[in-house]
């Protein structure tokens, strides 16, 4: 045990655990004003409808065809390229030819996958293992504490990197990037799982667990019902790092694949795949020199204001979700 | 105002031909290289270009000596002292005008060299003189452009560019057109000097801009082309020489000629690009590569001359970018402006202080006599020798070669390497156009083998093998990364000479070459005595005082602990409660690092390989016999040779090459080289961001749902999000131009920049190829030992600034992971007790709060350093400066396409990425050891809570 568990599980005071997830308790009009103090959840819940409903709506509007991202070769001129204009409302990417707009739409639901799902993924096993770690103390708890010990060890940008390369001749190319979440997943499950296994070893010596032990509670019941719900804290202050981690793989990447001819270091299927991390890099890449004192200012400033949005709103939603369930 | 001269007298009356700088001519030019005449001058190098009118050349050498000379014969019409480092001439109506860098702009008689009137300037007369109507413009060092009236040479106006000018200025039409080293293309008006359009290029101009077809061509100390129009300076295209070469810069003035922009280089390149949209038609390096082409390229219809690798002048076809022909120049060229075109004549001056002029003057009549040079089926032979009567060519690409021969009958002498040298008669009387020539190829056999180190084995790549033959015949080859070569040998005695890399002694073998092929022919290469393949040994021994110094330290501090228990009446015990967390924690550390290795060999090497069905084999470097895929037990002991392989070259330093821009080193050459750099910026950097986070997060935590707090939340959620190079580009776009205007170095690139080098005149001496320093290996320490502020001061700022993007980006991850935990700190029982005792609350903050804090904060730096080292790694590739980071981004990127582990060739159970991830997890590894250990040492409460 070695890292920053015990800080994280110890900010909590053992009555704060106890009041968190007795919301069941509580009416309907106390959760509507708890919601009310809680600016953060309603803030990030609005974002999270907004983007939902963009990326159900561009899955609509494109269906199979999502990923084809149209690159115009007439637009791909190096000299004075189409800005915000009525026919490209947030202008366009030169080198490639590519509306932004369009690609931010088109990449939506790619993103709300690539980032949102890898995450979600990683804090269920997280969630699921560190707390059975905890509780139980057994074999599980060794093969968590290992495990972990051995990935945290590794920066996770170059660990993805390592997996994803090693295993990516297996995997036939249209399954590649559901292969890049799982594995990213793989790697950040004991993100979670360590602060929680933590948490969930402290509160499973808490007063009211010895009390529903006594009062001849199940094993199951004990960790569900009890430890589970009072250990995920952590949870909610790791996610908004990884939406960080996972978006730096994604724009680094092409990045610097693109001042690199002899990289071919992308997850991605093709250059002008719509997805914000790359339309990033292929903006800030033809967009951006300050050599040439080329600024082409919208070729990177609305895929970076996506990404912005979406972590925005991964942080008000972590931070209002941990302050309404902690009662706090 | 002379524009491109088709109609007028034949003349280069000024630098580049014409008052535009175009370089160009629709003269016919030299298309053999036979000299004309020659004649030294005495008077130092000529390194301005000659001038021609009128029958008469005029030249300048550097010691201020103005020569007239006949064009015809070379001899001295006159000559004339104007002060030193004078200026490329201009003739212009009977009056030649030079200036020179003691300030003066004088003009002379051009038929005696009579003076008829000189002028000063203030800060010297930049590199040439234009004249138009009736008056002389001229840039000046100080950066102002000067009209002079042409009769008394007073100042009719003067306006300054703001920033100094060492280019000539170019005039077309009413306008003049100048660029600045402050990298700006400023358009004046020939009347008033008002400026019509200014166009910032970004990086330094050193030369005068062309002005041809409406576009204005100049090339920066960037290596970037720049083609503006004329009318209003929109940038028409641009184009990077660094796109072929990195670090390449252009000091020259582009020569530009219908259709075509040719360009030349300071690291040896040829360019042609297209005039319309930019586009590359051809480069061509070979002959200059690696040394400057300063002198601008001059173009005709059908060649390009140029004058580089110290001593070659050449010709290049125009359209195919072949050689025509080259010459040398005895005494070699520095010159700065471009040869001047005469008729079918080429006159240049080189650093002896001599003018040659080349081509074909009057005598007896010359026929061209065109042939091609073929084998007996037909191919055609480039690259061979064709001479007679003394003119002499090389077949170009298609075999084709041109002489010029007079009437008369000469032996005809045709030869390649590898082929039977060929002479024969031929009688010319007229044009000869279809003259086809045979060339038997010498018998040759392919030979083929490898240089391996004589002690492990391995294959030494990089070796350079040069083969000799009885007969002459010579061929030269360089090992691949497995350290095979395959070379073409003679029949017979062959002779190999193997040139190994450094760190290993030179080898030479014979073999014979019996009418068959020859293979497998070992060159063994011995070590010279260093324990790293091809550089500076490994310097291990120089960790042994910190070594020491540790152990002392342990012993001492069990010492102290025993003698302390002793003393508090506690039990004797072999090891205190926090001798046991260390142990416990040492104990851990070797299971991790296996982990690691097997993820690193499984995950890079073994299922690359299986993915391909490669060779089982190959996994361990050979030596086992041949099985399949589908044996499972085959498979098992191929995965544990392989691992075992993988893990004694990990450990020998048996890491192979890495590359980086143009170098190719050894791994552990570059890593030795880099690690100090990288050591160096880590302390700054953390330095910075502890400077950073501590009261940042003291003050937040002090009032949560402050200003402070919020900000600092807002401000590390942002930092999170905005991807780190932006942040850096960011920093870099505001901090260029102060950069150039103050240090004249980029931000951006190696210490020290090939542009602060070309400002300093080249690396201090103990400044080695990959940017590395002597002796201690940090930069900033070196330049400080060598009292080289000029150094220092770069060195210094470029890692600052580096270290402030560093601590942006890590103080925002760092300060996520403290939240939260910050907050306990405050209602810690010392805190409570100290208000209670009536202390201020600035007290308590910084007193009690802060040196609670302090364990915490090691712990959590010690669950971020790898996110730390990722920013660290990031900053450095993206700066493109040295650095274990750079290294290993390199690597990573380059990884899927030089091959993973089991493809790199020579490294078939390894590659140097994987070394370096492992590298990078050992000192994350070590980094969190020390942080918990010592947080724990510091709050030893810290121990109970483990134990629960």
Same mark, same amino acid.
């Given at each position: 045990?070695?890292?920053?568990e015990?800080?994280v599980h110890?900010e909590?005071s053992?009555?704060?655990?106890e009041?968190?997830?007795?919301?069941?308790?509580?009416?309907?009009?106390?959760?509507?004003?708890r919601?009310r103090?809680?600016?953060?959840?309603?803030?990030?819940?609005?974002?999270?409808?907004? +983007?939902?409903?963009?990326?159900? &709506?561009a899955?609509?509007?494109?269906?199979?065809?999502?990923?084809?991202?149209p690159?115009? &070769?007439?637009?791909?001129?190096?000299?004075?390229?189409?800005?915000?204009?009525?026919?490209?409302?947030?202008?366009?990417?030169?080198?490639?030819?590519?509306d932004?707009?369009?690609?931010?739409?088109?990449?939506?639901?790619?993103d709300?996958?690539?980032?949102?799902g890898?995450?979600?993924l990683?804090?269920?096993?997280?969630?699921?293992l560190?707390?059975?770690?905890g509780?139980?103390?057994g074999?599980?708890?060794?093969?968590?504490?290992?495990?972990?010990?051995?990935?945290?060890?590794?920066?996770?940008?170059?660990?993805?990197?390592?997996?994803?390369?090693?295993?990516?001749?297996?995997?036939?190319?249209?399954?590649?990037?559901?292969?890049?979440?799982?594995?990213?997943?793989?790697?950040?499950w004991?993100?979670?799982?360590?602060?929680?296994?933590?948490?969930?070893?402290?509160v499973?010596g808490e007063?009211?667990?010895?009390?529903?032990?006594a009062?001849?509670?199940?094993?199951?019941?004990?960790?569900?019902?009890?430890?589970?719900?009072?250990?995920l804290?952590?949870l909610?202050?790791?996610?908004?790092?990884d939406v960080?981690t996972?978006?730096?793989?994604?724009?680094?990447f092409?990045?610097?694949?693109?001042f690199?001819?002899?990289s071919?270091?992308s997850?991605?299927?093709?250059?002008?795949?719509?997805?914000?991390?790359?339309?990033?890099a292929l903006?800030?890449?033809?967009?951006?020199?300050f050599?040439?004192?080329?600024? +082409?200012?919208w070729?990177?400033? +609305?895929?970076?204001?996506?990404?912005?949005?979406?972590?925005?709103?991964?942080?008000?939603?972590?931070?209002?979700?941990?302050r309404?369930?902690?009662?706090? | 105002?002379?524009?491109?001269?088709?109609?007028?007298?034949?003349?280069?009356?000024?630098?580049?031909?014409?008052?535009?700088?175009?370089?160009?001519?629709t003269m016919?030019?030299?298309?053999?290289d036979?000299?004309?005449?020659?004649?030294? !001058?005495g008077?130092?190098?000529?390194?301005?270009?000659?001038?021609v009118?009128?029958e008469?050349?005029?030249?300048?050498?550097?010691t201020?000596?103005?020569?007239?000379l006949?064009?015809?014969?070379?001899?001295?019409?006159?000559?004339?002292?104007?002060?030193?480092?004078?200026?490329?001439?201009d003739?212009?109506?009977? !009056?030649?005008?030079?200036?020179?860098?003691?300030?003066?702009?004088?003009?002379?008689?051009?038929?005696?060299?009579?003076?008829?009137?000189?002028?000063?300037?203030?800060?010297?007369?930049?590199?040439?003189?234009?004249?138009?109507?009736?008056?002389?413009?001229?840039?000046t060092?100080?950066?102002?452009?000067?009209?002079?009236?042409?009769?008394?040479?007073?100042?009719?106006w003067?306006?300054?560019?703001?920033?100094?000018?060492?280019?000539?200025v170019?005039?077309s039409?009413?306008?003049?057109?100048?660029a600045?080293?402050g990298?700006?293309?400023l358009?004046?008006s020939?009347s008033?000097?008002s400026?019509?359009?200014?166009?910032?290029l970004?990086?330094?101009v050193?030369?005068?801009?062309?002005?041809?077809?409406?576009?204005v061509?100049?090339?920066?100390?960037?290596?970037?082309?720049?083609?503006?129009?004329?009318d209003?300076?929109?940038?028409?295209?641009?184009?990077?020489a660094?796109?072929?070469?990195?670090?390449?810069a252009?000091?020259?003035?582009?020569s530009?000629?219908?259709?075509?922009?040719?360009?030349s280089?300071?690291?040896?390149e040829?360019?042609?690009?297209?005039?319309s949209?930019?586009?590359?038609?051809w480069?061509?390096?070979?002959?200059?590569?690696?040394y400057?082409?300063?002198?601008g390229?001059?173009?005709t219809?059908?060649?390009?001359?140029?004058v580089?690798?110290a001593?070659?002048?050449?010709?290049?076809e125009?359209?195919?970018?072949?050689?025509?022909?080259s010459?040398?120049?005895?005494?070699?060229?520095?010159?700065?402006?471009?040869p001047a075109?005469?008729?079918?004549?080429l006159?240049?001056?080189?650093?002896?202080?001599?003018?040659?002029?080349?081509?074909?003057a009057?005598?007896p009549?010359?026929?061209?006599?065109a042939?091609? $040079? $073929?084998?007996?089926?037909?191919?055609?032979?480039?690259?061979?020798?064709?001479?007679?009567?003394?003119?002499?060519?090389?077949?170009?690409?298609?075999?084709?070669?041109?002489?010029?021969?007079?009437?008369?009958?000469?032996p005809?002498y045709?030869?390649?390497?590898?082929? $039977?040298?060929?002479?024969?008669?031929l009688?010319?009387?007229g044009?000869v156009?279809?003259?086809?020539? $045979?060339?038997?190829?010498?018998?040759?056999?392919?030979?083929d083998?490898?240089?391996?180190d004589?002690?492990?084995?391995?294959?030494?790549a990089?070796a350079?093998?040069?083969?000799?033959?009885?007969?002459?015949y010579?061929?030269s080859?360089?090992?691949?990364?497995?350290?095979?070569?395959? %070379?073409?040998?003679?029949?017979?005695?062959?002779?190999l000479?193997?040139?190994?890399?450094?760190?290993y002694?030179e080898?030479?073998?014979?073999?014979?070459?019996d009418?068959a092929?020859?293979?497998?022919?070992?060159?063994?290469?011995?070590?010279?005595?260093?324990s790293?393949?091809?550089?500076?040994?490994?310097?291990l021994?120089?960790?042994?005082p910190?070594?020491?110094?540790?152990?002392?330290?342990?012993?001492?501090?069990?010492?102290?602990?025993?003698?302390?228990r002793?003393?508090?009446?506690?039990?004797?015990?072999?090891?205190?409660?926090f001798?046991?967390?260390?142990?416990?924690?040492?104990?851990?550390?070797?299971?991790?690092?296996v982990a690691?290795?097997l993820?690193?060999?499984?995950?890079?090497?073994? !299922?690359?390989?299986?993915?391909?069905?490669?060779n089982?084999?190959? !996994?361990?470097?050979?030596?086992?016999?041949?099985?399949s895929?589908?044996?499972?037990a085959?498979?098992?002991?191929?995965?544990?040779?392989?691992?075992?392989?993988?893990?004694?070259?990990?450990?020998?330093g048996?890491?192979g090459?890495?590359?980086y821009?143009?170098?190719y080193?050894?791994a552990?050459?570059?890593?030795?080289?880099?690690?100090?750099?990288?050591?160096?910026?880590?302390i700054?950097?953390?330095?910075?961001?502890v400077?950073?986070?501590?009261?940042?997060? %003291?003050?937040?935590?002090?009032?949560?749902?402050?200003?402070?707090?919020?900000?600092?939340?807002?401000?590390?959620?942002l930092?999170?999000?905005?991807p780190?190079?932006?942040?850096?580009?960011?920093?870099?776009?505001?901090?260029?131009?102060?950069?150039?205007?103050?240090l004249?170095?980029?931000?951006y690139?190696?210490?020290?920049?090939?542009?602060?080098l070309?400002?300093?005149?080249?690396?201090?001496?103990?400044?080695?190829?990959?940017?590395n320093?002597?002796?201690?290996?940090?930069?900033?320490v070196?330049?400080?030992?060598?009292?080289?502020w000029?150094?220092?001061?770069?060195?210094?700022?470029?890692?600052?600034?580096?270290a402030?993007?560093i601590?942006?980006?890590y103080?925002?991850?760092?300060?996520?992971?403290?939240?939260g935990?910050?907050?306990?700190?405050?209602?810690?029982?010392?805190?409570?007790?100290?208000?209670?005792?009536?202390?201020?609350?600035?007290?308590?903050?910084?007193?009690h709060?802060?040196?609670?804090?302090?364990?915490?904060?090691?712990l959590?730096?010690?669950?971020?350093?790898?996110?730390?080292?990722?920013a660290?790694?990031?900053v450095?590739?993206?700066?493109?400066?040295?650095g274990?980071g750079?290294?290993?981004l390199?690597?990573?990127?380059?990884?899927?396409?030089?091959?993973?582990?089991?493809?790199?060739?020579?490294?078939?159970?390894?590659?140097?990425?994987?070394?370096a991830?492992?590298?990078?997890?050992?000192?994350?590894?070590?980094?969190?050891?020390?942080?918990?250990?010592?947080?724990?040492?510091?709050?030893?409460?810290?121990?109970?809570e483990?134990?629960r």
């Open positions: 045990m070695t890292g920053w015990e800080m110890a909590i053992e009555s704060e655990a009041a968190r997830w007795s919301d069941r308790a509580l009416g309907r009009g106390r959760r509507a004003e919601l103090r809680n600016p953060s959840l309603v803030a990030g819940l609005l974002l999270l409808a907004g +983007f939902v409903s963009v990326g159900v &709506g899955l609509v509007a494109w269906g199979n065809g999502l990923a084809n991202l690159t115009y &070769g007439a637009l791909a001129v190096a000299v004075d390229p189409p800005g915000p204009s009525p026919a490209h409302p947030l202008g366009v990417i030169n080198g490639v030819g590519v932004v707009l369009e690609g931010l739409l088109r990449a939506t639901p790619f709300l996958g690539l980032v949102g890898p995450i979600l990683a804090a269920l096993i997280g969630g699921l560190g707390t059975y770690a509780f139980s103390l074999w599980v708890d060794v093969v968590v504490t290992g495990a972990s010990d051995v990935l945290v060890g590794i920066p996770s940008f170059l660990l993805i990197f390592v997996l994803y390369f090693g295993v990516v001749r297996w995997v036939p190319i249209p399954d590649r990037l559901l292969l890049f979440g799982l594995l990213f997943a793989a790697i950040l004991p993100y979670y799982a360590r602060p929680v296994r933590a948490l969930a070893l402290e499973s007063r009211y667990v010895e009390a529903a032990r009062a001849g509670a199940s094993r199951r019941r004990l960790v569900t019902r009890h430890v589970l719900p009072n250990s804290a952590p909610f202050a790791q996610a908004p790092v960080y996972i978006f730096f793989v994604l724009t680094v092409p990045f610097l694949g693109c690199s001819p002899l071919t270091l997850v991605l299927p093709t250059t002008a795949f719509p997805e914000w991390g790359n339309l990033l903006g800030a890449c033809h967009g951006w020199s050599l040439s004192g080329i600024d +082409f200012w070729m990177y400033t +609305f895929p970076l204001a996506a990404i912005v949005a979406f972590g925005l709103m991964v942080s008000l939603v972590c931070d209002g979700a941990d309404y369930l902690s009662g706090r | 105002v002379t524009t491109t001269d088709p109609g007028g007298a034949p003349g280069w009356s000024t630098l580049g031909g014409s008052e535009n700088r175009s370089a160009s001519t016919v030019g030299a298309t053999v036979q000299l004309v005449w020659e004649g030294c !001058l008077s130092g190098a000529v390194r301005t270009g000659p001038v009118s009128e008469v050349v005029d030249v300048a050498t550097v201020g000596g103005l020569y007239a006949n064009q015809s014969s070379g001899r001295i019409l006159w000559h004339r002292s104007v002060g030193p480092d004078p200026t490329t001439p003739v212009s109506g009977g !009056l030649l005008l030079v200036g020179s860098a003691d300030g003066n702009l004088t003009a002379l008689s051009a038929g005696n060299g009579s003076l008829l009137w000189s002028e000063g300037v203030p800060g010297g007369v930049a590199q040439g003189v234009g004249v138009a109507g009736g008056s002389a413009y001229i840039a060092v100080t950066g102002h452009v000067l009209a002079l009236n042409l009769s008394d040479g007073s100042t009719d003067s306006v300054s560019v703001g920033a100094p000018v060492s280019g000539a170019a005039l039409g009413s306008t003049l057109y100048v600045t080293t990298g700006s293309v358009a004046l020939e008033d000097g400026v019509r359009w200014e166009r910032a970004g990086s330094p050193d030369a005068a801009p062309a002005v041809y077809g409406g576009l061509v100049v090339g920066d100390r960037s290596g970037n082309v720049s083609a503006l129009r004329a209003d300076g929109a940038l028409a295209w641009r184009w990077s660094r796109s072929l070469v990195p670090y390449d252009i000091a020259s003035t582009p530009v000629s219908p259709g075509r922009v040719v360009v280089t300071d690291l040896g040829i360019v042609a690009l297209n005039a949209d930019g586009s590359l038609l480069n061509q390096s070979a002959p200059y590569s690696g400057p082409v300063t002198a390229p001059v173009t219809p059908g060649l390009v001359y140029a580089g690798g001593t070659l002048l050449e010709a290049t125009l359209s195919t970018g072949a050689v025509a022909w010459t040398t120049l005895d005494g070699g060229s520095a010159s700065q402006s471009p075109v005469v008729g079918q004549e006159i240049v001056g080189d650093d002896a202080g001599c003018v040659v002029d080349i081509g074909r009057g005598g009549p010359a026929w061209p006599v042939g091609v $040079v $073929v084998t007996p089926s037909g191919a055609p032979v480039a690259g061979a020798e064709v001479a007679a009567d003394g003119d002499g060519t090389t077949t170009g690409t298609p075999g084709t070669f041109q002489l010029e021969l007079a009437n008369g009958t000469y005809v045709v030869d390649k390497a590898g082929y $039977v040298e060929r002479i024969f008669e009688t010319v009387d044009p156009t279809n003259l086809s020539v $045979v060339l038997s190829p010498l018998p040759l056999f392919h030979l083998g490898r240089v391996t004589e002690d492990s084995g391995h294959g030494v990089g350079v093998v040069d083969l000799q033959g009885e007969d002459g010579r061929a080859t360089v090992t691949d990364r497995q350290g095979d070569f395959e %070379i073409l040998a003679g029949n017979g005695s062959d002779t000479d193997v040139l190994p890399p450094a760190g002694g080898a030479e073998l014979s073999v014979t070459v009418g092929a020859l293979s497998g022919v070992v060159v063994p290469v011995a070590p010279s005595g260093v790293v393949p091809g550089g500076d040994p490994f310097r021994d120089l960790l042994l910190f070594g020491g110094i540790a152990v002392a330290g342990l012993g001492l501090w069990v010492v102290d602990a025993r003698a302390r002793r003393a508090a009446g506690l039990p004797p015990a072999i090891l205190s409660r001798g046991q967390y260390v142990a416990m924690r040492l104990a851990l550390i070797p299971g991790e690092v690691v290795l993820i690193l060999y499984t995950f890079g090497t073994f !299922l690359p390989a299986a993915a391909t069905g490669a089982l084999c190959s !996994l361990s470097g050979g030596g086992c016999t041949a099985c895929w589908s044996d499972p085959c498979v098992a002991g191929a995965f544990g040779n392989g691992f075992g392989t993988f893990l004694v070259r990990l450990v020998t048996n890491w090459f890495a590359s821009g143009a170098l080193e050894p552990a050459q570059l890593l030795a080289w880099w690690l100090p750099d990288s050591i160096e910026l880590a700054v950097a953390l330095a910075l961001s400077a950073i986070a501590y009261p940042v997060s %003291i003050l937040s935590s002090a009032r949560p749902d402050s200003p402070t707090d919020v900000g600092s939340r807002l401000g590390s959620t930092g999170l999000l905005v780190s190079f932006l942040v850096l580009l960011a920093i870099y776009g505001v901090a260029y131009g102060v950069f150039l205007r103050v004249g170095d980029s931000p690139g190696l210490v020290p920049s090939a542009v602060w070309f400002d300093h005149g080249g690396n201090p001496s103990w400044v080695g190829i990959a940017g320093t002597a002796p201690t290996g940090f930069p900033i070196d330049s400080l030992l060598h009292r080289d000029a150094f220092a001061e770069i060195a210094i700022t470029k890692t600052l600034l580096q402030a993007v601590a942006l980006i103080v925002a991850i760092y300060l996520r992971h403290l939240r935990v910050i907050a306990r700190a405050m209602t810690a029982p010392s805190v409570v007790a100290a208000r209670a005792r009536g202390l201020s609350e600035r007290t308590i903050l910084w007193r709060g802060g040196r609670r804090l302090l364990p915490t904060y090691l959590v730096f010690g669950s971020t350093i790898p996110a730390y080292v990722g660290q790694a990031l450095e590739a993206i700066s493109n400066d040295t274990l750079t290294l290993l390199t690597e990573v990127v380059q990884a899927p396409s030089t091959g993973f582990g089991f493809l790199r060739g020579a490294e078939p159970s390894g590659n140097f990425y994987q070394v991830i492992f590298l990078v997890v050992l000192l994350v590894l070590a980094t969190r050891l020390a942080a918990d250990v010592l947080a724990r040492y510091l709050d030893p409460r810290m121990l109970d483990v134990a």
